[in-house]
């Protein structure tokens, strides 16, 4: 008995030593997807109505070691989400520019990233050009987003994001119909991506900055206009 257990011990040993060797760069999707990529974006309700028909972004994939690190720079033209954005610094007729920075761990062998959200997201990945961002609800056990991310080909990332009904309050429960049941969509996005040069994003900002009007940048929730008023 006392062998059993010895062997289970140094087993499970073997497994966290094999754990922590891995990096980031040993999976091949976490090497396709890092880079910049640039997209043309569209969000709808929960009925497939549009909230905002074309909107755009700039993201940047960088992995160090065990470590994810992801910036997105959304640039959204005039509608109410860029009103909502806005918070009270720009007009209906002006866009807003969206800065966000996600950060994660490698946490097993299997190339699966756990977000430092507090929300629990993890990225696990499906197949080596695959992979399911998934943000859980642990008291309805289900899903409050779940994200798919694809890369046919090596120049091009398709990602969808479903907002599901997860709850009676909070984000699981944001945009749902009164009479929605666990599980029922509150929205979907849509991002078409393209490989970029390191050295094009700046360029890509810019373009994407005048094709939607935009006017302001809101960043760790400060929004600063450009003109500077």
């Known amino acids: 008995m006392r062998a059993v257990v ?10 966290v030593v094999m754990a922590a060797d891995k990096q980031l760069s040993d999976f091949l999707f976490w090497r ?7 997209a043309e974006n569209t ?7 549009y909230n905002i028909r074309s909107y755009n972004s700039v993201i940047h994939v960088e992995i160090d070691g065990r470590t994810l690190r ?12 860029a009103m909502g954005a806005g918070r009270g610094k720009t007009t209906a007729e002006e866009g807003v520019e969206v800065v966000t920075v996600s950060t994660g761990t490698l946490v097993d062998d299997a190339g699966t990233v756990k977000l430092d ?36 080909v090596p120049d091009k990332r398709y990602r969808t994001n479903f907002g599901i009904v997860s709850d009676t309050i909070g984000s699981g429960a944001a945009n749902a119909a009164p009479d929605a049941k666990f599980g029922d969509l509150r929205g979907f996005s849509l991002f078409r991506e393209d490989r970029i040069a390191d050295g094009d994003w700046q360029k890509w900002r810019g373009e994407f900055r005048v094709k939607n009007k935009v006017a302001a940048v809101s960043e760790k929730g400060v929004v600063t206009r450009l003109d500077g008023k």
Do not use: C, F, H
């Open 6 to 15: 010895v062997a289970l011990i140094a087993s499970l040993q073997v497994s």
């Open 32 to 38: 396709a997807t890092s880079g910049w990529w640039r």
């Open 43 to 49: 969000y709808m309700d929960k009925d497939l109505n």
């Open 70 to 81: 992801e910036t997105e720079i959304k640039s959204y033209a005039p509608s109410k989400l």
């Open 117 to 152: 959200d507090g929300e629990g997201t993890e990225i696990r990945i499906l197949t080596a050009d695959t992979a399911v961002r998934v943000t859980p609800n642990p008291k309805t056990s289900v899903d409050t987003y779940r994200m798919y991310i694809v890369l046919p």
